[in-house]
């Protein structure tokens, strides 16, 4: 299952999120980008489990990214670390080496060069976005990702139960306070109010 057309990958994103847009045709790219900087060229057969993706925000791009490298969130290989930031992190867990793309804030000014008689912001973008050059797109930086097992795919552990409120805690979500196992809500991290008595 080696890579597949540009325009293949446009079909897959328009299902997976409902509407094609530019978010996705960037996010596409970026993904395609990270895959041939890591140079793996076969993210959903034989390097399957070589790949974990960190994702910055949650928008349109998001959807197109795991349609080209296959990570999914359920299946603990798309992390979400929500900075607000166009970006992305591939990780190569076999070679051991992870690099980042961030889309370029001027982008966008690009495409309305490229295409000033397209009046539509989004069609515009959408095909500037295919045809501009990588480094026109994107900023790239090489980094090293430090996590533990628990992070990844095929980690398993014994749950624990929070000392307040019972519910199970899989893959090192747990706190120690003063002793006490506790989960990230029970220790302050709560992002809702029960309304059951
Ligand atoms: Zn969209
Ligand atoms: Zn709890």
Redesign the pocket.
Known sequence: MPLKTFDEYVALAERAHGHICAGQILGLRLALYGLKLLELDDPLGKHRKRLVTFIEIDRCATDAIPVVTGCRLGKRALKFRDFGKVAATFCDLEADRAVRVVAREDAKQRAREMFPEIEDKNAQQMRAYREMPDAALFRVQWVRVRLGPEEFPGYHAPRVA?A??G?SISFKREVVREGRV??R??AGERYYESLSP
Request: glycine content about 0%.
């Open positions: 929070c307040e409120c519910e506790l989960c809500a029970c």
